[in-house]
């Protein structure tokens, strides 16, 4: 099973993550704005499986258009992808995915209103493909970073949830243990909205990889006292001088690794780097809504008139990663200038 897919019917089916681990359901869409809504809501979330999602959505929003030419069709496409991009700011998987079957749909304008959908439902389908061979690929780099015996430390959920299927962080952690190493994984649960107490564990669970949950609070402590021997996390957006945007409290877990002498990466496909911004503070931080923090699935803490801040991302400055994993391999330092190496040749421009 896959996080998304498209159904025969012409729907977009995809697990409602909110619902995770205590049931395993799914949800279909018809109507392009109820994917935007989906993503919002984290229905879907992980960067790449909402980048996904909204190619998909781009397949909706053809099929719901009513223009009898291309020219109206590309127009009702772009009011869509405003939509879509409006949903959440910070993975670039998301804006991408939108730009790219624009340009998909643009390219294919002259075979016709049943061309440009047949292009973007074929360009959608092998985007996921695209996103699972990429992650295994990903995962085999970064395998090799883990020995027999390793406990390693994994941040919000980076696994099948968060991609189409297969993973990024949790994939390199999921192609060790399937290759047979005996390794431990704590699971930071990722506070405020829990993607590694609920996502992450589950997917342990499925997998039969050993796991401990952590309070958020807990790393360093493990850190100091010798048992844990690498740390990885995803991203959501990579800047040209490789500073990692990723779920709030990334920053802090790296700054503790450097400090604790633990090799410490982020693990995503190229596809996730940015190389129009040129670090991470030039990167759009989502806020959410308080309410995630003071009352977390619904679960008051405190009462709701209670002031909170929510920050969904951090800003991992370059320097406290030891490496960035991508299916391209792994980049060492300098990263301002390999990091743009491997993006080229991820985009065939090598
Ligand atoms: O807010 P989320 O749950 O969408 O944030 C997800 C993350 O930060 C992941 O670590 C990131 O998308 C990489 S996962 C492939």
Redesign the pocket.
């Known amino acids: 099973m896959r996080s998304v897919e498209w159904t025969g019917q012409n729907r977009l089916r995809m697990i409602d993550q909110r619902r995770i681990p205590w049931d395993l359901v799914t949800v279909e869409y018809d109507d392009y704005r109820e994917v935007a809504q989906a993503i919002f809501e984290?229905v879907v979330?992980?960067?790449?499986?909402?980048g996904v999602s909204a190619a998909f959505g781009m397949v909706l929003a053809a099929q719901q258009s009513r223009a009898a030419n291309t020219g109206d069709l590309l127009g009702d496409l772009e009011a869509a992808a405003e939509t879509l991009k409006q949903a959440?700011p910070?993975?670039v998987?998301l804006a991408w995915a939108v730009d790219h079957m624009l340009v998909v749909g643009g390219g294919a304008a002259q075979n016709g209103v049943e061309g440009v959908r047949a292009a973007l439902l074929g360009e959608a389908q092998r985007l996921a493909d695209e996103d699972v061979a990429t992650n295994k690929r990903m995962a085999a780099h970064g395998a090799a970073l883990i020995r027999d015996g390793d406990t390693v430390l994994h941040?919000?959920?980076?696994?099948m949830l968060?991609?189409v299927d297969y993973?990024?962080?949790l994939g390199v952690i999921r192609m060790a243990h399937e290759s047979g190493k005996r390794i431990h994984v704590l699971l930071d649960e990722t506070r405020p909205?829990l993607?590694g107490s609920r996502l992450s564990a589950w997917e342990c669970e499925q997998l039969g990889i050993p796991y401990d949950i952590l309070p958020d609070t807990a790393a360093g402590h493990y850190m100091r006292r010798g048992e844990i021997d690498l740390v990885l996390?995803?991203?959501?957006r990579v800047a040209a001088n490789g500073d990692v945007v990723?779920?709030i409290g990334?920053y802090q877990i790296a700054v503790l690794a450097h400090e604790n002498d633990i090799p410490c990466y982020s693990?995503?496909p190229t596809s996730?780097a940015d190389l129009t911004m040129r670090s991470g503070d030039d990167i759009p931080i989502?806020e959410r809504d308080k309410a995630e923090v003071l009352a977390p699935y619904g679960c008051a803490i405190v009462p709701e008139t209670y002031c909170a801040r929510n920050p969904?991302?951090d800003v991992t400055p370059a320097k406290y990663l030891t490496g960035l994993v991508t299916e391209q391999g792994i980049v060492r330092p300098p990263f301002d200038v390999n990091l743009a190496a491997v993006v080229r040749a991820g985009q065939g421009m090598a």
């Open positions: 984290m979330r992980g960067a790449p499986a909402i959440r910070t993975a998987n941040h919000c959920n980076t696994g968060a991609t993973g990024t962080a909205r993607q996390f995803g991203a959501d990723n779920k990334s693990v995503f996730t989502e969904a991302f």
